[in-house]
């Protein structure tokens, strides 16, 4: 006697969808342990000493490493990265290119984010005309949130942007350059440079990996359900037998 008859088409979905969620909910984990390494790494490289550009080949792991520069700011050349937002108010960050003496090699330095209250006016700010001794950290972008995938709008400077593609930005310069956006530190040519560590906490993720695998269980009890439902539903159909 049948006990459990889900039916094809139930079976089928679950038999897709089960998988898929628990994937999910795994992936979240994953997620959340990578962000909270990285908050340690962060916290480590505050603490220590920033290196000069030319050292940072030696860097296993370049995230975060603070660097010490000097060179200038390439003030032709301006990108702005949009829909940057702070404490509600729409704005952009300023990157520009910064020649590093030292080393030779060109940097993508992003200076702070600035309010653009009226998009119908392109917003202005200076750029030091001498050369500068600052501190930044090298950022590698975890590819968090959704970002348009588009080039640089328009042929005149300073350029929007939506998403910092340095190794595109240098092509477009027709020079070579550090393949990592850097963020400058508080200091000279610096704008508001309240840098977020990572765009969503570890427990935020470990909240979307419960989601996940709440959704696979209450499935796969939906499934027993049903299967058991129809197989009782069936044994209690009346037989009809001929005379």
């Known amino acids: 006697m049948n006990v459990f008859r889900p039916g094809w088409l139930p ?4 038999l897709m969808l089960f998988p898929a969620l628990i994937a999910l909910g795994f992936w979240q984990l ?3 342990e990578e962000k909270r390494q990285l908050l340690v790494d962060n916290q ?3 603490l220590a000493a920033p290196v000069a550009i030319a050292e940072l080949e030696k860097q296993a ?3 975060y490493v603070r660097v010490k520069l000097q060179g200038y700011f390439d003030a032709q050349h301006s990108f702005l990265l949009d829909n940057r937002t702070r404490d509600g108010q729409a704005g952009v960050e300023i990157l520009q290119p910064f020649h590093d003496q030292a080393s030779g090699q060109w940097l993508l ?3 702070g984010w600035l309010p653009w209250p009226d998009r119908r006016i392109t917003p202005t700010f200076a750029t030091p005309d001498t050369p500068l001794r600052l501190q930044a950290s090298v950022y590698v972008s975890l590819g968090d949130g959704l970002q348009l995938q588009q080039g640089p709008q328009g042929k005149a400077w300073p350029r929007v942007i939506s998403a910092v593609k340095p190794d595109q930005i240098w092509r477009e310069l027709g020079r070579a350059g550090l393949s990592h956006e850097v963020r400058l530190a508080p200091g000279p040519g610096s704008f508001r440079v309240d840098w977020p560590v990572i765009a969503m906490s570890p427990d935020k993720h470990l909240g979307y990996a419960f989601q996940w695998f709440a959704l696979a269980t209450a499935l796969l009890g939906l499934f027993i359900y049903l299967g058991l439902h129809n ?4 044994r209690h159909e009346p037989s009809h037998h001929a005379s």
């Open 11 to 14: 079976s089928l979905l679950v």
């Open 30 to 32: 994953a997620r959340a």
């Open 231 to 234: 197989a009782r539903e069936t």
């Open 44 to 46: 480590a490289q505050q």
């Open 109 to 111: 330095l992003n200076r």
């Open 61 to 63: 792991n370049p995230a």
